[in-house]
């Protein structure tokens, strides 16, 4: 075997057990599939030594070293250990490893999240970037496993948890289905949610490209490049700044707990982050 070829084996095995990056898919011109004028106004690649901390935080704006959602009933610690980036992938990392968080309440998990918002010790500082309106395209590779969760989604940059624009969520134990969510108050404050289960092959199997497209009158879901689903309904679109969060969740109410089957610790991998606005509307 000649030294090229065997570079190459190697270069593809490589990429297949996740040791390097994966070409990126789209040019920076435009989103993929997507036709439009674009300004990219976000980009990261993870190429660095360690995670940007000009662009991201590794907690929710409640931070006290470490964070978590207990309205949803997760089992996880987001600590920022649990976040890396190597050969250009960020990494977030769910483990087994029982922690004392909030109020002294121990779980029984700890992972790793990233968001571009900012922590209540940072005010009155903005969030790090927030948007209105754009196209987002995240490529990634979700774990799979019962009461694994991971998910790209979007939050009010006033710190509220409405409205809420999940970009994807896979649930561990079903990672042939897409989930897609918009949350939002309806005209009487009453806590509405509209959603979408698209069948799908297996998202862990490899990395694919979610993207989403908010524009001021509808919300546009995109897997590699491929609409999804979209929402129309005008008048409960956001139209406010949101900032991005990219996280593994544990456990709750929604995924269930691990089982004796859920390996750990699990990686949700994500190759990079783009953020592209309309020149044209």
């Known amino acids: 075997m000649s030294n090229l070829i065997r ?39 993870f190429n660095g ?15 006290d070293n470490g964070c978590t959602n207990l309205s949803s009933g997760e089992l996880q610690w987001y600590m920022p250990a649990n976040v890396r980036q190597a050969e250009g992938t960020a990494y977030l990392t769910a483990r087994p490893e029982p922690v004392k968080g909030y109020k002294g309440r121990e779980f029984a998990f700890t992972s790793g999240m990233l968001t571009t918002g900012r922590d209540y010790s940072e005010l009155p500082r903005p969030p790090r970037e927030e948007f209105t309106y754009g196209y987002f395209e995240i490529r990634a590779k979700v774990p799979a496993g019962k009461g694994l969760w991971p998910a790209v989604w979007l939050l009010p940059s006033n710190r509220k948890s409405r409205p809420e624009i999940d970009i994807m969520e896979v649930l561990g134990h079903a990672t042939d289905r897409l989930e897609m969510h918009l949350q939002y108050d309806n005209a009487n404050q009453q806590k509405r949610s509209a959603g979408f289960s698209a069948k799908v092959p297996d998202l862990s199997a490899d990395w694919r490209v979610y ?37 593994l969740a544990v456990g709750g109410t929604w995924p269930g707990a691990p089982n004796a089957a859920t390996k750990f610790p699990a990686d949700f991998l994500v190759d990079y982050v783009k953020v592209w606005q309309r020149r044209d509307k």
């Open 7 to 45: 570079s190459a084996v190697v270069l593809v095995l490589a990429m297949a057990a996740g040791l390097v990056a994966r070409p990126a898919i789209a040019g920076e011109d435009r989103p993929l599939g997507v036709a439009g004028d674009w300004k990219l106004v976000f980009a990261e690649d």
């Open 211 to 247: 993207g989403l497209d908010w524009q001021r009158d509808k919300i546009v879901w995109y897997l590699d490049g491929v609409e999804k689903w979209r929402f129309t309904t005008a008048r409960y679109v956001p139209q406010e700044p949101m900032y991005l969060l990219i996280n």
């Open 49 to 63: 030594p360690s995670i940007d901390l000009e662009k991201w935080t590794t907690c929710y704006w409640w931070n």
